[in-house]
T-cell receptor, first 112, second 112 residues
Framework: DAGITQSPRHKVTETGTPVTLRCHQTENHRYMYWYRQDPGHGLRLIHYSYGVKDTDKGEVSDGYSVSRSKTEDFLLTLESATSSQTSVYFCAIRDREYNEQFFGPGTRLTVL | GNSVTQMEGPVTLSEEAFLTINCTYTATGYPSLFWYVQYPGEGLQLLLK?????DKGSNKGFEATYRKETTSFHLEKGSVQVSDSAVYFC???????????FGTGTQLKVEL
């Protein structure tokens, strides 16, 4: 257990509304990541963070923003949700010593 | 850019059969290679990894060898169990932040 929680675990929202997903870790890891999982695509990186206020884009960053004001929290925001953002979102942390990523339980987001 | 190709599923096997799930990759430099497993309704769990050529990762009876000459990291298990039924993802880690690039996943179903 890498001490990662995600909230909410499930959310249904309407097109055009803002949505924020939260990832919380308890082990002070520097690197945190947001991925989305879709059938036929595996997992794709949205954004990642390498420290407080330090973030960078991943493969599918359009329509998403992130913030990291504290080491333990990494927020993913959909400014105006679209149906194409219906997905399962996973947060991950990187254990730098062993160069391994560990994943949270996921958030299932449905945009109607 | 980096990419991972793994065999399409679903793969259906009888209990105690031999398992191979093929994975090949394209990457610049010297990536680390990973296999993750996702049980129904759960997040991803790291199954095994290899960080350099000819390394063999192993865990829970599963094995994979990092083959640089064939750019492959095939997952094998000598005798599968019903409890191994899950989706298996091959991934490579490279670049700044050790971002992961995933294959599309292979669903394994093991029957009695």
């Amino acid at each position: 257990d890498a001490g990662i929680t995600q909230s909410p675990r499930h959310k249904v929202t309407e097109t055009g509304t803002p949505v924020t997903l939260r990832c919380h870790q308890t082990e002070n890891h520097r690197y945190m990541y947001w991925y989305r999982q879709d059938p036929g695509h595996g997992l794709r990186l949205i954004h990642y963070s390498y420290g407080v206020k330090d973030t960078d884009k991943g493969e599918v960053s359009d329509g998403y923003s992130v913030s990291r004001s504290k080491t333990e929290d990494f927020l993913l925001t959909l400014e105006s949700a679209t149906s194409s953002q219906t997905s399962v979102y996973f947060c991950a942390i990187r254990d730098r010593e062993y160069n391994e990523q560990f994943f949270g339980p996921g958030t299932r987001l449905t945009v109607l | 850019g980096n990419s991972v190709t793994q065999m399409e599923g679903p793969v259906t096997l009888s209990e105690e059969a031999f398992l191979t799930i093929n994975c090949t990759y394209t990457a610049t430099g010297y990536p680390s290679l990973f296999w993750y497993v996702q049980y129904p309704g759960e997040g991803l769990q790291l199954l095994l990894k290899a960080t350099k050529a000819d390394d063999k990762g192993s865990n829970k009876g599963f094995e994979a060898t990092y083959r640089k000459e064939t750019t492959s990291f095939h997952l094998e298990k000598g005798s599968v169990q019903v409890s191994d039924s899950a989706v298996y993802f091959c991934a490579l880690g490279a670049g700044g932040g050790n971002k992961l690039t995933f294959g599309t996943g292979t669903q394994l179903k093991v029957e009695l």
